[in-house]
DNA sequence: TCGATGATTGAG
DNA sequence: TCAATCATCGAA
């Protein structure tokens, strides 16, 4: 008999300062479950290779900035939830809010995904075979995972959910950089993407658009 | 109510 | 490099 190994993440995990759990967010699963016609369950999952951590009050580059708003509702919530916005009038981007006691919001973006189970069915989603264009942008891996609004607030704590995070393997390598597609607050350094496997590049599955910027 | 903006993406 | 596309938010 083996013990059963401990899957999810629990809530102290995002209960620290923002950019720490962006950092350690990295080499998790992000884990999607899908219920099919016939009754079964299917799962959608990916490494997380890179994130962007965001604040509040002390970060101007953040939805949190401004105040509590009906959008932005989720990252003054409980740490550990989903929030999930719709931009450009085309894409949806997933965050889980992760905040230390001090701060009153905060969350951090999932901007890119290794796909590790049901490759088939992203493909579908996302109407391309291109494994490195799958899940290789926030508003990418919410189209392969089929993630929406409907989400948001969702308790990714719990490996029972649709949605939610599972322990995976801590990267070797991380890159640091600032944060990408803001006009504000670029001094930050809280953009994390785990290295590949050629030293000084990142990870094959990390934005596209973004590969060669960092520092 | 109105206009500007945006934590993006795919095509050219 | 640029247009698509629309929810959101602050200003009027």
Redesign the pocket.
């Known amino acids: 008999m083996s013990l059963c190994p401990i899957k999810y993440l629990s809530s102290t995990f995002f209960d620290r300062p923002t950019e720490v759990v962006a950092r350690n967010l990295l080499g998790k699963m992000l884990v999607r479950i899908l219920f099919t016609k016939l009754g079964k369950t299917e799962r959608l999952s990916g490494i997380i290779v890179e994130t962007?951590a965001?604040g509040s009050k002390n970060d101007p580059?953040?939805?949190?900035y401004?105040?509590i708003?009906?959008?932005?509702v989720s990252?003054f919530g409980q740490v550990g939830r989903a929030?999930i916005?719709?931009?450009?009038?085309?894409?949806y981007?997933l965050?889980v809010c992760a905040r230390s006691n001090r701060l009153e919001a905060g969350?951090?973006?999932i901007?890119a995904l290794e796909p590790v189970e049901g490759i088939g069915r992203m493909e579908i989603f996302?109407k391309?075979n291109d494994v490195f264009?799958l899940t290789?942008?926030?508003?990418?891996?919410t189209?392969a995972l089929d993630i929406t609004?409907r989400f948001d607030g969702e308790d990714m704590t719990n490996p029972q959910n649709i949605l939610h995070i599972e322990h995976g393997l801590d990267p070797s390598n991380v890159v640091k950089t600032a944060?990408?597609?803001?006009?504000?607050a670029l001094n930050k350094k809280w953009r994390f993407v785990i290295g590949g496997e050629i030293e000084g590049r990142l990870s094959k599955y990390a934005?596209?658009?973004t590969y060669r910027h960092f520092d």
């Open positions: 962007e965001y580059a953040s939805h949190a401004r105040g708003s009906p959008r932005n990252m929030y916005y719709f931009t450009y009038g085309n894409h981007c965050n969350a951090v973006l901007r996302r391309s264009s290789s942008g926030p508003g990418k891996l189209e609004r944060r990408i597609g803001i006009s504000r934005s596209r658009r």
